[in-house]
């Protein structure tokens, strides 16, 4: 039943994964919001059906909406699902000696994700169209982040991009970002200050820019 509307916040519970099928499109009136609270957000769409996020306007703007907000668990057993205890850590490969892809099916791990997505007009209220807080993994692929009048991608409280490893694994990574077509983000195309892992991503007239010493990435 496409489009799917949020009219305004909208909670996702811990009881309770929300997962976005292949092919929808969401789209979020003036300030909507989905807050994801201590649990997971799976919308994995496909090269054939993308998933989209973007504004109900009829002429959007950047910021014409807020932000997706996933929150991960404060400690080690406050999520019933049982995503503790059983981090999920991806490893990255070389396919064709250009593009990276997971060695697993991540479609029964506990980590979010955002694949095969177009996510755009988003950002008002200063923080991000994905904001990302706690470490817990978030893998973000084969997407394109466009006209956040914020960020495009922010973890909350973070400075810089710190202990990465580029174009590969890091070991400890809770982010992996790649594949992605990140542009014209108000602010910053990314702003993370988890271990965080790169590859194969494409940064394109952001206002400013955290990754000033990225290797391998543009």
């Given at each position: 039943?496409?489009?799917?509307?949020?009219?305004?916040?909208?909670?996702?519970?811990?009881?309770?994964?929300?997962?976005?099928?292949?092919?929808?499109?969401?789209?979020?009136?003036?300030?909507?919001?989905?807050?994801?609270?201590?649990?997971?957000?799976?919308a994995q769409g496909s090269q054939a059906q993308p998933i989209i996020f973007t504004s109900s306007m009829s002429s959007?703007?950047?910021?014409?909406?807020?932000?997706?907000?996933?929150?991960?668990?404060?400690?080690?057993?406050?999520?019933?699902?049982?995503?503790?205890?059983?981090?999920?850590?991806?490893?990255?490969?070389?396919?064709?000696?250009?593009?990276?892809?997971?060695?697993?099916?991540?479609?029964?791990?506990?980590c979010s994700v955002f694949q095969y997505v177009s996510m755009m007009y988003g950002g008002a209220g200063g923080s991000?169209?994905?904001?990302?807080?706690?470490?817990?993994?978030?893998?973000?692929?084969?997407?394109?982040?466009?006209?956040?009048?914020?960020?495009?991608?922010?973890?909350?409280?973070?400075?810089?991009?710190?202990?990465?490893?580029?174009?590969?694994?890091?070991?400890?990574?809770?982010?992996?970002?790649?594949?992605?077509?990140?542009?014209?983000?108000?602010?910053?195309?990314?702003?993370?200050?988890?271990?965080?892992?790169?590859?194969?991503?494409?940064?394109?007239?952001?206002?400013?820019?955290?990754?000033?010493?990225?290797?391998?990435?543009?």
């Amino acid at each position: 039943m496409n489009p799917i509307y949020i009219t305004n916040y909208l909670t996702v519970p811990m009881t309770f994964n929300l997962t976005v099928m292949p092919g929808c499109e969401i789209r979020f009136n003036p300030g909507a919001t989905i807050y994801v609270d201590r649990t997971l957000i799976r919308a994995q769409g496909s090269q054939a059906q993308p998933i989209i996020f973007t504004s109900s306007m009829s002429s959007p703007q950047p910021g014409s909406w807020g932000s997706i907000i996933i929150v991960g668990p404060s400690n080690t057993y406050e999520n019933p699902i049982g995503w503790c205890g059983t981090t999920y850590k991806p490893t990255l490969t070389p396919n064709n000696g250009l593009d990276f892809a997971i060695n697993a099916d991540i479609s029964t791990k506990k980590c979010s994700v955002f694949q095969y997505v177009s996510m755009m007009y988003g950002g008002a209220g200063g923080s991000g169209m994905i904001h990302y807080s706690r470490t817990w993994p978030l893998i973000i692929s084969n997407s394109q982040l466009i006209n956040s009048s914020s960020n495009a991608i922010f973890q909350t409280a973070s400075d810089s991009v710190t202990n990465n490893y580029w174009n590969s694994e890091y070991t400890f990574s809770r982010i992996y970002i790649y594949d992605n077509f990140i542009s014209n983000a108000a602010l910053y195309g990314l702003g993370v200050g988890f271990a965080t892992t790169l590859a194969n991503n494409i940064f394109n007239h952001n206002c400013a820019s955290r990754l000033q010493h990225v290797r391998n990435n543009s």
